[in-house]
Nanobody, 124 residues
């Protein structure tokens, strides 16, 4: 069993920067693909970013390219999402997820473990 806990969310101003963290515990596997998703009220869960097990390759959703950066520190079992130039439309609950396997997948249904989410609210 793998447990994921997100942290770092809160109320921030537009154009600010925030770094979210995702701490893993339990039977962690450092080769798991890690992902970040977000969901705003009344909307579908949206793919934000993913990273390979070694951290060598990252993928981003179109809406966050150039602004968000994903990374991981496998020695700490922690994954990060650096969010720059935040916009009000970035407001959502952000979820950390892990997928058993080596291939990066975009659909949320392809991920096996999920955190409870952390709220990020961007004021204008």
């Amino acid at each position: 069993q793998v447990q994921l806990v997100e942290s770092g969310g809160g109320l921030v101003q537009a154009r600010a920067s925030v770094r979210l963290s995702c701490a893993a515990s339990g039977r962690t596997l450092r080769t798991y693909v890690m992902g970040w998703f977000r969901q705003a009220p009344g909307k579908e869960r949206e793919f934000v970013a993913a990273i390979t097990g070694t951290g060598g390759t990252t993928f981003y959703g179109d809406s966050v390219k150039g602004r968000f950066t994903m990374s991981r520190d496998n020695a700490k079992d922690t994954t990060y999402l650096q969010m720059n130039s935040l916009k009000p439309e970035d407001t959502a609950v952000y979820y950390c997820a892990a997928r058993v396997g080596m291939l990066v997948k975009i659909p949320s249904t392809d991920y096996n473990y999920w955190g409870q989410g952390t709220q990020v609210t961007v004021s204008s």
